[in-house]
């Protein structure tokens, strides 16, 4: 079967929703994780239409991605303007992006009620644009927005606006329905119509939403009807009700339409993509999420297990491990034995197979108690150092405590108080801080770095909570992740208490522990404190 590609537009159409906001850093995880699935092309967002944009834009520049290649995004010249005269036009050629995607009107009703330009002079700024980025040496994918509108609206128009992109050099057409209102089978038809009249000169693409609830539905029969590329975002995220979801559709095409779209090994790191996008997003996994959510393969007891064990097929609609999920019902893809193991091997930890095993049964019994370990990879490796034997403790804590405290002028002043123990000194700090957190994280810090200098560059970039009530008996718990950053790398850490504080500090003390264990490879260097005696090693009851 032949290739369809796969587009990702997460970081730009995916980001519409409200509360949706990731920083520069986290983007470029999301993009890591999209192309470690094997995604083709990656829409990054407009290039420098914000500084964050731009930031991001630079820092994509100098990463070496596996697969995908990285798209700007922008629109259409304005009306009345010659293309290089357009500043937006000209800052995307500017980028080091190898591929233009540009968004242009197709519907009639945009062009006099929202636009108000002629039809002719928007065929000029397809023309225009397009043929723009071309001479700049730019592929180029051009999404014709609000296409199935416009073609249930008047299809011969809908066909010149394609046909004028295709002419000027567009290498893939998009096809938009970007008010999600067209069911599959009136989208199938019209796709098959663009792929019959200009399908020999150039592939098409799909783009749906969600506001029907047929983007997935839509964009497979898009696929059926000709089209060879698929853009979505992980999660079906967006705005209003979302965007297509690429975590359904890729398994689809792949395992049930026979369409090669990414190699085998790569569709497996599905489920943990799409939870590590939520993750970063500070948003709950969906357990009923088809192919990768919790419950996809979960069997309640009876017949459905016993039908499983003779033949999964009976109940089961995909082999799980195809797409990383999993029909034991583990709590989260990390606590199987597999990928514990592979987890330590790539960060350098000896695991052998008793270590292994309380690792897992650890794992899982952290996860029922709310920690999650997909957004905080230093946290998960170092229970692994723990049940490797290889964890090196930063300091014993004796106590801390915080107050907070508000005075009847409104200002609220906090302070906190540390006492710890390293190689066998007892260092106590005070500090203060705009909130019981900061204040910890100085106080700790104040000591720490005086101990440990190089601990000096970490950076806090970002710090989420998040309560659980999903947790019964002793009522909700508070989730904190942090992230961390020494300019070099970034490193996730989490912390789950009843108490906040409590789940902060945990969640800090980690982050410091992190940059502080030996490295066996990689860059950093171990450091000498790895040598104390074993005895001054032994400490911390918890981390
Ligand atoms: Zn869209």
């Not at 290889?390 to 002028?409: G, M, Q």
Request: glycine letters at 8%.
């Amino acid at each position: 079967m032949e290739q369809v590609k796969l587009y990702d537009t997460t970081l730009r159409d995916g980001m519409g929703g409200p509360g949706m906001s990731l920083s520069v850093e986290e983007k470029l995880k999301v993009v890591e994780a999209v192309d470690g699935l094997g995604v083709h092309f990656i829409e990054a967002g407009f290039p420098s239409s914000n500084p964050k944009e731009e930031e991001l834009f630079a820092l994509l520049a100098s990463v070496e991605l596996d697969n995908a290649l990285i798209c700007a995004f922008g629109m259409t010249r304005r009306r009345g303007i010659a293309a290089e005269e357009d500043e937006a036009l000209r800052t995307l050629v500017a980028s080091f992006a190898p591929v233009c995607t540009l968004v242009g009107k197709t519907w009639g009703l945009h062009l006099e009620k929202v636009t108000r330009v002629s039809r002719e002079e928007n065929l000029s700024m397809i023309i225009d644009s397009v043929s723009f980025c071309r001479a700049h040496g730019k592929r180029v994918v051009y999404d014709a927005e609000h296409f199935f509108d416009a073609w249930e609206d008047d299809s011969g128009y809908a066909l010149e606006c394609v046909r004028a992109a295709v002419a000027a050099g567009a290498e893939n057409v998009t096809l938009c329905d970007t008010n999600g209102a067209t069911l599959p089978a009136p989208l199938a038809a019209a796709t098959a119509a663009v792929v019959g009249d200009v399908g020999d000169r150039v592939e098409i693409g799909i783009h749906t939403h969600n506001d029907a609830e047929c983007a997935v539905a839509g964009s497979l029969a898009a696929v059926d009807a000709g089209a060879r590329m698929v853009q979505g975002t992980i999660n079906g995220l967006g705005e209003r009700t979302g965007n297509a979801n690429l975590a359904s559709i890729l398994p689809a095409l792949q395992l049930k339409m026979g369409h090669e779209c990414v190699p085998a090994d790569r569709l497996r790191l599905l489920t943990e993509t799409a939870h590590f996008v939520d993750e970063l997003l500070n948003l709950s996994p969906v357990a009923s999420q088809p192919y990768v959510g919790r419950n996809a393969f979960a069997h309640k007891g009876g017949m459905h297990v016993a039908g499983v064990q003779a033949d999964a097929r009976t109940f089961e609609h995909v082999d799980p491990e195809l797409v990383g999920n999993s029909r034991d019902v583990l709590i989260s893809e990390l606590s199987g034995k597999g990928s514990v193991l592979s987890r330590a091997e790539a960060a350098g930890i000896d695991l052998d197979a008793d270590a292994a095993k309380r690792a897992v049964e650890r794992l899982k019994e952290r996860e029922h108690r709310g920690y999650h370990y997909e957004a905080a990879d230093a946290s998960f490796e170092l229970l692994l150092r723990r049940e490797a034997g290889e964890y090196v403790p930063l300091f014993r804590l004796e106590s801390f405590r915080v107050i907070t405290e508000k005075r009847a002028d409104g200002r609220v002043e906090t302070e906190a108080t540390i006492k710890i123990w390293v190689e066998g000194q007892r260092h106590v700090r005070t500090a203060e801080g705009n909130g019981p957190v900061n204040a910890l994280d100085r106080a700790l810090r104040s000591a720490i770095t005086e101990l440990h200098p190089h601990l000096s560059e970490i950076e806090l970039v970002n710090y989420k909570v998040r309560i659980l009530d999903e947790h019964q008996g002793t009522g909700s718990v508070t989730r904190v992740l942090l992230d961390s950053s020494d300019g070099r790398d970034s490193w996730g850490t989490i912390g789950v208490s009843e108490n906040i504080i409590e789940a902060s500090w945990e969640a800090l003390v980690e982050s410091l522990e992190h940059a502080f264990q030996p490295r066996e490879r990689g860059s950093q260097e171990a450091p000498l404190e790895a040598l104390r005696p074993a005895e001054e090693l032994a400490g911390r009851a918890k981390g």
